[in-house]
T-cell receptor
């Protein structure tokens, strides 16, 4: 089983729709990160959340860290084809050992 | 700015062959790591290093060796390749020794197929 469980695994929506993807764990994290990966490339950091209950906004993307620091969510408003990619959450449950979830593969159709 | 550079981008091996995946970064990062990415399993940490001369095992270290003789380079060696090592390999680096808040910078990946 994955330390970080992401859902859904796949998501296909039309341009303009809203969506939320989730990252859950039974472990507590001091912080969680979200990365986006496009085909043939390495992941690129989107955001880091460090405080329980924290909400961060990056244009049309809203990230939330759960109060208990065991989960996080990513909400995209009015999705665009350029948002297509694999969204990965990551966290460090112990020193110097970052773990990733399996990711949510998002496809936004024009 | 080159960032993290991985070579080769593609490689096909026969079972039992050995090879080295190269990784170099020009950002003077202390922390470097190797991940493998398989469908449905995300990125799994193989080995990591918090500085020159220091390496440690990650989640899936068996079948892989690493060394860190310089800050810039962190090669990953497969001593006797097996089909189970067919995967996409990513090298990453970070400025911060204590991860969690530091950004990981990834290379473009090396796709390895073992026949």
């Amino acid at each position: 089983t994955q330390l970080l469980e992401q859902s859904p695994q796949f998501l296909s929506i039309q341009e303009g729709e809203n969506l939320t993807v989730y990252c859950n764990s039974s472990s507590v994290f001091s912080s969680l990160q979200w990365y986006r990966q496009e085909p043939g490339e390495g992941p690129v950091l989107l955001v880091t959340v460090v405080t329980g209950g924290e909400v961060k906004k990056l244009k049309r993307l809203t990230f939330q860290f759960g109060d208990a620091r065991k989960d996080s969510s990513l909400h995209i408003t009015a999705a665009q084809p350029g948002d297509t990619g694999l969204y990965l959450c990551a966290g460090v449950p112990n020193n110097n050992d970052m773990r990733f979830g399996a990711g949510t593969r998002l496809t936004v159709k024009p | 700015n080159a960032g993290v550079t991985q070579t080769p981008k593609f490689q096909v091996l026969k079972t039992g062959q050995s090879m080295t995946l190269q990784c170099a970064q020009d950002m003077n990062h202390e922390y470097m790591s190797w991940y493998r990415q398989d469908p449905g399993m995300g990125l799994r940490l193989i080995h990591y290093s918090v500085g020159a001369g220091i390496t440690d095992q990650g989640e899936v270290p068996n079948g892989y060796n690493v060394s860190r003789s310089t800050t810039e380079d962190f090669p990953l060696r497969l001593l006797s390749a097996a089909p189970s090592q067919t995967s996409v390999y990513f090298c990453a680096s970070s400025l911060n020794r204590g991860l969690g808040t530091g950004e990981l910078f990834f290379g473009e990946g090396s796709r390895l197929t073992v026949l």
